[in-house]
């Protein structure tokens, strides 16, 4: 979104707190700031930095990388080649909403029998990966292969796969990470069954384990291995695009896989976007953390008074990024009237309390420095647990408090 002179940024308040922060550090002792400015980028990449994640499907015809486009989005954007290869030049398909943006890949398929039923003026898959690596290079891959074909085959898949890895590589200068999506998997034997049932699962767990060794055996892509999943992406649609059947299976799990190798700038749009409460949580968990220990580094430092404004802004700044993972709009004055209904008073009452604590810090230098630190850790990790349970899993303000008063009090 744009902003012209009229309108504020709402990210502005943030990015003037973490630049404050960073200036912070200039005044801290050498060995006071090692962490800490790690810390301070993790923060600036999850909330002021993020974008749309962009995933590379790589896969043979007819492996289920189109149904797996539909099974992400849970709606009918690719179109499925059930006999002739569908998927032409490469799209990059992008899922947009008011929360963020999502872009996926969907390659040409590897080994195809004949020309693809869209038209593609590379004469390879290869070449078609190729020219869409050099539009916009992915954060990772997604290896799509049939459950029936993991022990077929598989070792020109894996050549292939080996190719665009490096293609990645040199486009991104880093390896990528691989997640393995092992597809229809409910055409297992016995098909009729419910993924239930256990000697469908026992198949499910064999094709799962026979390409995870395949993938692994290979010393170029086994450091870049996150994970193999097993799931099914079917989904059956009408000509109107109504949803007729939905019979997808671990899609979940796959979501979180992607989600775990995403880099920080697109982790938090991928768990915005997805809306999968586990992973919003994960997020916030991590973001508590990161704070958390931000706060607990300035209150160790023995300066009276320095840490006063720095770490009341950053827990602000916490509560606005849980926030703003879990859906809403990122902005510092929600995160005030949160606070304040906690009862933690950002004006005198809390400054009152922020300056006793400077002031053991002058009078024992060294003891109180330890206490300030595991105070301000402590309250910070009490207002994510609070912030994570009001904002991320939608319990009502008075529970959210009680938990805040939980936490401080245990820390």
């Known amino acids: 979104r744009c902003y012209n002179d009229d309108m504020e940024d709402p990210r502005a308040p943030i990015a003037e707190t973490i630049r404050r922060l960073e200036q912070i550090l200039e005044l801290m002792p050498g060995e006071s700031v090692k962490n800490l400015r790690s810390r301070i980028a993790t923060l600036r990449g999850t909330l002021l930095e993020s974008r749309p994640p962009a995933l590379l499907l790589v896969g043979r015809r007819g492996s289920g990388k189109s149904s797996l486009v539909n099974a992400l989005f849970g709606k009918k954007l690719a179109d499925v080649g059930h006999v002739k290869a569908q ?30 039923a869209e038209a593609d003026e590379a004469k390879t898959p290869i070449q078609s990966i190729a020219t869409e690596i050099d539009r916009k290079p992915p954060d990772l891959l997604v290896f799509v292969v049939r459950a029936m074909d993991v022990d ?21 200068r880093h390896a990528p990470s691989i997640v393995v999506a092992v597809t ?6 016995p098909k009729d069954a419910p993924m239930t049932d256990a000697d469908k699962l026992g198949h499910v767990r064999l094709a799962e384990r026979t390409l995870d060794d395949h993938v692994r055996a290979r010393p170029k892509l086994a450091p870049m291995l996150a994970q193999t999943v097993a799931i ?31 880099p920080d700038q697109g982790r938090t749009t991928f768990a915005r976007v997805t809306g999968v409460v586990a992973l919003q949580d994960q997020l916030a ?3 508590t ?9 300035i209150g160790f430092v023995p300066i009276p008074v320095a840490d006063m404004v720095p770490i009341t802004s950053a827990q602000v700044v916490l509560v606005s990024g849980i926030a703003y993972i879990a859906g809403r709009p990122l902005d510092v004055k929600t995160a005030g009237e949160f606070l304040s209904a906690l009862g933690v008073n950002v004006g005198a009452a809390f400054a009152l309390r922020e300056a006793a604590r400077a002031l053991v810090k002058f009078v024992f230098p060294g003891a109180g420095s330890a206490i300030s630190g595991a105070v301000a850790f402590a309250g910070t990790m009490a207002i994510g647990a609070a912030a994570r349970a009001y904002f991320v899993h939608g319990e009502p303000i008075d529970v959210a408090r009680r938990i805040f008063k939980e936490r401080r009090s245990r820390e």
């Open 87 to 116: 998927t032409g030049r490469g799209k990059w398909y992008e899922y947009a909403t008011e929360r963020g943006a999502l872009s996926i890949l969907d390659s040409r398929g590897l080994q195809e029998g004949g020309d693809p």
């Open 152 to 172: 077929s085959a598989i070792a020109r898949d894996l050549d292939l796969l080996e190719e665009v890895a490096r293609m990645v590589e040199r486009a991104t």
């Open 184 to 189: 229809h998997c409910d055409l297992l034997e």
């Open 232 to 262: 099914s992406g079917y989904m059956s649609f009408g000509e109107d695009g109504v949803l007729r059947a939905d019979q997808r299976w671990h899609i979940d799990e796959l979501v979180r896989e992607i989600f775990n190798k995403l």
């Open 285 to 287: 968990q991590d973001l």
């Open 289 to 297: 953390y990161v704070t958390a220990a931000l706060c607990a580094g």
